[in-house]
């Protein structure tokens, strides 16, 4: 951490531990692990030389700026059921794309997955008390094998089975459905997200992004007339769909971990929501790269992945230069992803606008 920030100490974490793996067992250490821009990561060691992961979920661990965006429209009719977690908080969970971070998000995904049979970080704790630390915070197994990322770059070959049972994760994902779109914990609670589909969110978003992107960068600020119209142009051509799968939402070889078996675990798991499919292969493609082709699905709409890609691009321009408004402590990294998808963004303008069906 940087600034004024102080990552947490072994002592500060003592009770949270205690809880989680009982009292047989002493904490000898705490680490807090790199990235983690919305929520702390903890690597706890233990007398036994065995660890596990804390989470912990407080403004000091969230390095985005605290200043809410706007909504992207009205709220729907039919309110959710209970409100998610503190209901005087910032963060309103019916924008789909509102700031995927807090203990609730994280439970109702863990128990969504878990539920598929599809592996991520057996949970040990989930603790909103606030006895053992002063914000909410779990502690889950740590799985010590590395990230795919790591093995994709270490050793290609050795990754090839553990990319076959994420592409099978993926397909069970896409398999699960619901006629409503947005978070798992709202949706699967009975509430309703913001917005009339899902290519309306993601165009609106885009809007927003490039309204943010232009105040930031002048190369934007340039085309973005250009852009605005290229967004409307690919969002007129998308036909209607009534049905909505799981997507883990931001799933990169960095958030797929490796187990001691060689089995895929996946973590950062607090945007999973229900949305269009293709959502998901457009981050997919942007992070895996060459690899990709190995998680390729049949049957995405083309009209959809051309919205989302042009989106996506303006997302991952906006955000990093939104993150660099704070004290976030890789300011060259947020620069570098900036830069790539500003640049690819731009090259949306040389492409021929699709027709309206």
């Excluded at 779990?138 to 790591?150: C, I, N, Q």
């Excluded at 142009?233 to 049905?243: C, E, F, N, Q, V």
């Excluded at 675990?265 to 493609?285: K, Q």
Aim: proline residues 7%; glycine residues 8%; hydrophobic residues 40%.
């Amino acid at each position: 951490m940087t600034g004024t920030r102080t990552p947490l100490t072994r002592e500060d974490l003592a009770a949270l531990a205690r809880a989680a793996v009982g009292p047989s067992r002493t904490l000898t250490a705490a680490e807090r692990l790199r990235g983690g821009s919305k929520k702390g990561v903890y690597r706890l060691t233990f007398d036994s030389d065995s660890t596990a992961i804390a989470y912990v979920w407080s403004p000091d661990e969230d390095f985005w700026p605290t200043a809410p965006m706007e909504p992207l429209m009205e709220p729907p009719m039919e309110p959710a059921k209970e409100p998610l977690g503190d209901p005087s908080a910032a963060t309103d969970h019916r924008d789909p794309f509102s700031h995927a971070t807090g203990i609730d998000l994280f439970t109702a995904s863990h128990d969504r997955l878990t539920a598929l049979g599809i592996r991520t970080p057996r949970l040990l704790v989930a603790d909103r008390s606030h006895t053992h630390l002063p914000a909410d915070a779990a502690v889950v197994e740590d799985v010590r094998g590395g990230s795919l990322a790591e093995l994709l770059n270490r050793d290609p070959a050795a990754a090839a089975a553990p990319l076959r049972e994420l592409a099978d994760a993926l397909h069970t994902l896409r398999g699960h459905r619901a006629p409503g779109f947005g978070k798992v914990a709202l949706v699967d609670n009975g509430g309703v997200s913001y917005g009339g589909s899902c290519e309306q969110v993601v165009r609106d978003r885009a809007l927003v992004d490039l309204a943010e992107a232009a105040a930031r960068d002048a190369r934007i600020a340039a085309v973005r007339g250009a852009l605005h119209d290229r967004v409307q142009a690919l969002a007129a051509a998308i036909r209607p769909r009534g049905h909505h799968s799981l997507i883990h939402g931001e799933l990169g070889p960095d958030h797929v971990l490796v187990d001691a078996d060689g089995h895929p675990v996946l973590i950062d798991i607090e945007g999973l929501m229900y949305f269009d499919a293709e959502w998901e292969h457009v981050f997919l493609r942007l992070r895996f790269q060459e690899h990709y082709a190995a998680l390729r699905a049949d049957g995405l709409d083309e009209d959809r992945l051309r919205l989302y890609r042009l989106a996506m691009h303006l997302s991952l321009v906006a955000d990093p230069l939104r993150l660099l408004d704070g004290d976030f402590p890789e300011p060259e990294l947020m620069r570098g992803i900036a830069e790539y998808n500003l640049q690819q963004t731009v090259m949306f303008l040389e492409d021929p606008v699709p027709r309206v069906p």
